[in-house]
């Protein structure tokens, strides 16, 4: 499609200060171009011919247009990151008093849900019956992250004085440094005990860390991930593991035996409510149900 001089003669002269002034790749300007080309086509079909004739309705309507088209989110950031950026340069040569593409923004890109393991995954993972110092630490590990849903970081700063299984439970430090009391029985609390029992054979003196690599020093956040694939691979799961995917099980599982959403939320650390509702993959159904019962005036009055 030919453009109206009043759209492509200053895009021309972008695509000069792309080249001889911002000096970028011959890839990222044929990106600017091809972004740009097809909104000025698109501005063209709804009857502007002008880049002073623009406006943030008009910019919306383009944005629209690129949802219309089935673009990714970060598709369409992307090309509303161009536009801004050659609106910048109108404004710039005084073509323009402001920029209409600053207030609009894509929408946000859409936050994949983590996968959990089923419980007869989680068993068949966690059923390790070697005995030699590193398997019992490599399930103390994975029976504490499922068994507590613990964060990698704060499993891997969990020192020996942060635990007590006498109580039953971690003092644990999680982001923001806000320290919580986690609970933790039953698998979690016999195989941490099997650990602290053996911890001595791997850890260097006056080492701290609960969780001790064979080189007898705290145990990094990359060990503890190479490790589960590897037990995941071993057990023959048929998904990657990965302590994410522990933490997730344990929030999934937790929540479809008890409904109770914010204790979930206190066990997880979530600051927020509304992170533990997309962590868990709550469906509306449900969280109807749970405030339909429990909301002492959502209850329909008997007649």
Do not use: C
Not at 230 to 254: C, D, Y
């Amino acid at each position: 499609m030919s453009l109206p001089s009043g759209l492509e003669k200053p895009l021309l002269r972008f695509y000069e200060y792309l080249r001889s002034e911002r000096e970028l790749s011959l890839h990222t300007q044929q990106n600017y171009k091809r972004q740009l080309t097809t909104m000025a086509e698109q501005l063209v079909n709804l009857g502007v011919d002008n880049w002073q004739a623009v406006d943030a309705g008009w910019v919306r309507q383009l944005a629209s247009k690129g949802m219309r088209d089935g673009l990714k989110a970060s598709s369409l950031a992307m090309r509303l990151s161009a536009l801004r950026s050659f609106l910048d340069f109108l404004v710039g040569q005084g073509e323009l008093k402001a920029n209409p593409a600053k207030g609009v923004s894509a929408p946000r890109k859409a936050r994949p849900l983590p996968k959990n393991l089923d419980v007869d995954e989680m068993d068949q993972l966690l059923s390790v019956d070697e005995n030699d110092p590193l398997s019992v630490r490599d399930r103390a590990i994975m029976e504490l992250m499922y068994g507590a849903g613990l964060r990698l970081s704060e499993l891997v700063s969990l020192n020996v004085k942060d635990v007590s299984l006498s109580r039953g439970d971690l003092r644990v430090i999680g982001k923001g440094d806000k320290e919580r009391i986690v609970p933790f029985a039953g698998l979690a609390r016999e195989w941490v005990g099997h650990w602290l029992r053996v911890r001595d054979q791997l850890a260097a003196p006056g080492e701290p860390g609960l969780f001790v690599s064979k080189l007898g020093q705290r145990i990094s956040n990359r060990n503890v991930q190479k490790r589960m694939a590897e037990w995941g691979q071993k057990q023959a799961v048929s998904s990657h593991i990965n302590p994410h995917k522990l933490r997730h099980s344990f929030a999934t599982h937790m929540l479809e035996s008890s409904g109770d959403l914010r204790a979930v939320q206190e066990l997880l650390g979530h600051a927020n409510l509304s992170t533990t509702q997309i962590y868990t993959h709550l469906d509306f159904q449900h969280l109807a149900q749970v405030y339909d019962e429990a909301h002492p005036r959502a209850k329909r009055q008997k007649r």
